[in-house]
Nanobody, 127 residues
Framework: QVQLVESGGGLVQAGGSLRLSCAAS????????MGWFRQAPGKEREFVTA????????YSADSVKDRFTISRTNAKNTVYLQMNSLKPEDTAVYYC????????????????????WGQGTQVTVSS
């Protein structure tokens, strides 16, 4: 079992940057692939980006590619989401999630494959 706690959200102007962190409990963080998802008001939760257990493989949604970067530090049980060139449409609650997987189709993009979720952190981008 792993518990996840996000932090780093807030209010930022368009074009600005934020870095989200997700701290995981437990001693097996390195056995989990990690993902970031977001949910805007009135919309379904959507995939943002994901990273493999070692950090060697990452995937991102087209909407954030070249602006957002996921990374992890296994020694600190933490995954990060660096968000640059933020747009008002990036406004959402951002969630980190974990799944124990490896190999083919890992890390996954599908929300249903993730087993552990944080409580979310609000990101608001003003125009």
């Amino acid at each position: 079992q792993v518990q996840l706690v996000e932090s780093g959200g807030g209010l930022v102007q368009a074009g600005g940057s934020l870095r989200l962190s997700c701290a995981a409990s437990g001693r097996t963080f390195s056995s989990y692939a990690m993902g970031w998802f977001r949910q805007a008001p009135g919309k379904e939760r959507e995939f943002v980006t994901a990273i493999s257990r070692s950090g060697g493989t990452t995937y991102s949604a087209d909407s954030v590619k070249d602006r957002f970067t996921i990374s992890r530090t296994n020694a600190k049980n933490t995954v990060y989401l660096q968000m640059n060139s933020l747009k008002p449409e990036d406004t959402a609650v951002y969630y980190c999630a974990a799944v124990s997987c490896e190999g083919y189709r890992c890390p996954p993009r599908e929300e249903m494959r993730y087993r552990h979720w944080g409580q979310g952190t609000q990101v608001t981008v003003s125009s």
